[in-house]
């Protein structure tokens, strides 16, 4: 197959950087027309239509062998449903979940109502948030343990402990949690990314923890962005944050997980 004379973006850019003679450009944060439909024809033709859309495109193979492979992974089918006169009833039932926003975090889409207590700490006043904010960071270290540091800053929560993982397996600091909220009131979110929860169920039902035990803490997961090719396949990307919020005084954030 002949390689097109189009040029797509990715690779025009390089070309650009690598000549000492083109002059630097402004940055364009413009959509990648050429990356979605090569993205498209993985969803839906696998790797061989990728490849010959980015040689039609003139575009560069700009998705790791992971982030490809990962693709194909969680690629799901468009739902299928029943055939409808045509009318605006039948284009309100049409829509599905590619239509929908997928940032649905705790307690915003939430199937029960917000608990009382997180609701009054949200909406009182918190005179410490006036003062002085400050950062410091820290390395894994023989003086610094990360994982210490964070089951210190559980500990020494008082009120409200709300965490944020994309994969929660360690057992200790699960304790940590428990002891805080059965033992010293701590109402606990945890938000977890919905790849992760099938590992969080596991720890659970390994150290025969079930809902009963589970007083004062709301266990939520949140789905990250969705892809929707025009076929209506999708796959769903990965929550990488992590992040700790201690009596909406104290923040932890880092690569720990």
């Not at 050429?34 to 696998?46: C, I, M, Y």
């Amino acid at each position: 197959m002949s390689q097109s004379r189009h040029m797509g973006k990715i690779r025009k850019r390089l070309e650009d950087v690598k000549s000492r003679w083109v002059r630097l450009a402004r940055t364009d944060f413009s959509d990648n027309e050429s990356a979605r439909l090569a993205t498209d024809a993985l969803l839906d033709g696998g790797p061989e239509a990728y490849r010959q859309v980015l040689s039609q495109e003139g575009e560069v193979d700009f998705l790791s062998s992971a982030e490809a492979q990962y693709i194909q992974a969680q690629a799901k089918e468009p739902p299928h449903t029943p055939e409808t006169p045509a009318g605006a009833e039948a284009g309100t039932k049409g829509l599905d979940s590619c239509s929908l926003q997928s940032g649905t975090y705790y307690p915003v889409a939430s199937e029960d109502s917000e608990p009382a207590l997180l609701h009054t700490w949200a909406s009182a006043e918190k005179p410490y948030l006036k003062e002085e904010s400050s950062a410091t960071v820290y390395f894994q270290t023989d003086k610094h343990n990360i994982r210490d540091l964070v089951r210190r800053c559980i500990s020494r929560t008082s009120q409200v402990l709300a965490i944020l993982m994309d994969v929660f397996t360690d057992v200790e600091i699960f304790c940590d949690i428990l002891e805080a909220a059965t033992k010293r009131g701590v109402l606990v979110c945890v938000l977890l990314d919905q790849g992760g929860v099938r590992l969080f169920q596991e720890m659970c039902d390994k150290v025969q923890i079930s809902d009963s035990h589970l007083k004062n803490i709301c266990i939520r997961s949140v789905g990250a962005e969705v892809y929707c090719a025009k076929s209506g396949r999708k796959f769903a990307g990965q929550i990488r944050e992590k992040f700790i919020i201690s009596d909406w005084r104290y923040v932890l954030s880092g690569s720990y997980r």
